[in-house]
């Protein structure tokens, strides 16, 4: 099995997977977003950024996947990117299950004054709702739930990723190459 995922590190394919699942998350939380009119709160927006980083992740493995500490890099900003998410959207949950005065979220994105991405993309990163409300569900989950979901399985994938890094796999011979 680390073999298979080993391989699939060294491949273009496998990054390219990654890169267009991240992409159609964050075009459909855009579609949420624009299209639905449901207004993101300032953990959707964080949510986003780790979303991002996975998708930064994919585009450095996208292009260098046969250089070893590049590939590295990549699996690292991938995998703390995607457990970040997955802390963010836990507390997220949190929000909503436990609404209090004591357990609130900003009402504005705190990003840092070098890095302000909020008024660089307001479309993108500019919180306008509650971090309490549940305005969109399926199947009985929320949207902060369902994120929980997917940042757990890209954290998943991204730990068996690295793990099969340290597996030695032998290189063949064709001779038809």
Request: hydrophobic share 50%; net charge positive.
């Amino acid at each position: 099995m680390l073999t298979y995922f080993k391989r699939l590190s060294l491949n273009r394919g496998g990054w390219l997977l990654l890169l267009l699942s991240t992409i159609a998350l964050e075009s459909t939380a855009l579609y949420f977003q624009h299209g639905m009119g449901l207004a993101p709160c300032v953990m959707c927006i964080y949510e986003r950024v780790a979303l991002f980083g996975i998708t930064l992740s994919a585009l450095i493995g996208l292009l260098y996947p046969r250089l070893l500490i590049l590939r590295l890099f990549a699996l690292f900003l991938g995998l703390s990117s995607s457990v970040k998410g997955m802390l963010l959207a836990i507390k997220h949950v949190d929000y909503q299950l436990h609404p209090a005065p004591w357990n609130q979220c900003s009402y504005m994105a705190e990003f840092p004054q070098s890095f302000p991405l909020d008024r660089w993309l307001p479309y993108v990163f500019n919180p306008t709702g509650s971090c309490s409300e549940i305005t969109w569900s399926f199947l009985g989950f929320s949207m902060a739930q369902w994120i929980i979901v997917i940042f757990a399985f890209y954290s998943l994938l991204l730990t068996i990723l690295l793990i099969s890094q340290f597996k030695h796999i032998e290189q063949r011979r064709n001779i038809f190459r």
